[in-house]
Nanobody, 119 residues
């Protein structure tokens, strides 16, 4: 079983909403700052949102006011509420810790969840 399991993606139209979930362990989520990244076809993976252990948040400029990151330490889950979606939000979305979660000395990434926004 993966340490970070993303879900909730799908195909939506411009202006619609999705909520992504990242399932991890309670210890991973409660003891780390948590990030959401995305990677669009042909582009590098980029950080879009972070929530600290103190619940401070940071957002990449293009998603400010539209995306909201949150966490439930008891459930070991991090969420990304995405509203007013745009075609340029189309990407595979990944969650991770900050710093990047490592397993056996290697950076670990889950399988991600695909978000496709049609115009």
């Amino acid at each position: 079983q993966g340490q970070l399991v993303e879900s909730g993606g799908g195909l939506v139209q411009t202006g619609e909403s999705l909520r992504l979930s990242c399932a991890a362990s309670r210890s991973i989520v409660s003891q780390n700052d948590m990030d959401w990244y995305r990677q669009a076809p042909g582009k590098q993976r980029e950080l879009v949102a972070r929530i600290t252990t103190g619940d401070s948040t940071w957002y990449e400029d293009s998603v400010k006011g539209r995306f909201t990151i949150s966490r439930n330490n008891a459930k070991g889950t991090v969420y990304l509420q995405m509203n007013s979606l745009k075609p340029e939000d189309t990407a595979v979305y990944y969650c991770n810790t900050y710093p990047i979660y490592r397993v056996n000395g290697y950076n670990y990434w889950g399988q991600g969840t695909q978000v496709t926004v049609s115009s």
